[in-house]
């Protein structure tokens, strides 16, 4: 079954610390991967997906088939960057695409 | 504005009263999904529209729950003789059928008291 797992429910840095947010999937196909985030009263936006290879805000995040793994990495944690960290995976089944989310990761950075 | 828009943001009502949540996704947006986001926890998902079909309702939590898609626009969310365990923000968000970017609406935070 098609699966997203952020294994930490809550991660807490320094402000200036690297930070790392996990995500790992399950799935046979050839996945397509998002980090979405949600600040404190905002809606839920896209951070990044990983097939354009960016860096938003100063975070990357590289797809590792090997492991199935998709995490998220800033080396610099800054205060505006706690939020609620949300992975998903696409499938695409057909004409139908569907989102699979993990259960977020709250991130709290501290001064 | 071209956003998803939900409403309303806010709802309280008394136990056993029904309520409908309306969701008006980004005009060609095909797919359409209902979450559920309690206080301090994750996304839950509801059920998920392609057109307005519904190919997964696997998420709805009961037969208080449903939900509805007129064409590929608005659709309503329906919680039946609302108990105070349906407290929450929920949350509708759409897609292109090309991509898969979703955009969220900014949530109904529901209240049961």
């Known amino acids: 079954a098609q699966r997203v797992t952020q294994p930490e429910k809550l991660l807490s840095v320094f402000k200036g610390a690297p930070v790392e947010l996990k995500c790992n999937y399950s799935?046979?196909?050839?996945?397509?991967l998002f980090w979405y985030v949600q600040y404190s009263r905002q809606r839920l936006q896209l951070l990044l997906r990983?097939?354009?290879?960016?860096s938003i805000k100063g975070f990357t995040a590289d797809l590792n088939k090997g492991e199935t793994s998709f995490h998220l990495k800033k080396p610099f944690a800054q205060e505006e960057d706690s939020a609620m960290y949300y992975c998903?995976?696409?499938?695409?089944?057909?004409?139908?695409?569907?989102?699979?989310w993990g259960l977020g990761t709250s991130l709290a950075v501290n001064p | 504005g071209a956003g998803v828009s939900q409403s309303p943001s806010n709802k309280v009502t008394e136990k056993g009263k029904d309520v409908e949540l309306r969701c008006d996704p980004i005009?060609?947006?095909?797919?359409l999904y209902w979450y559920r986001q309690r206080l301090g926890q994750g996304l839950e998902f509801l059920i998920y529209?392609?057109?307005?079909?519904?190919?997964?309702k696997s998420g709805l939590p009961s037969d208080r729950f449903s939900a509805e898609r007129t064409g590929e626009s608005v659709s309503t969310l329906t919680i039946q003789r609302t108990q105070q365990e349906d407290s929450a923000v929920y949350l509708c968000?759409?897609?292109?059928?090309?991509?898969?970017?979703?955009?969220f609406g900014q949530g109904t935070r529901l209240t049961v008291v």
């Open positions: 968000a759409s897609s292109l059928p090309s991509g898969a970017e979703a955009f």
């Open positions: 005009s060609g947006h095909t797919a």
């Open positions: 529209f392609q057109g307005n079909s519904a190919p997964d």
């Open positions: 799935y046979s196909g050839s996945p397509e």
């Open positions: 990983h097939i354009s290879r960016e």
């Open positions: 998903a995976l696409s499938l695409n089944a057909g004409n139908n695409r569907k989102l699979i």
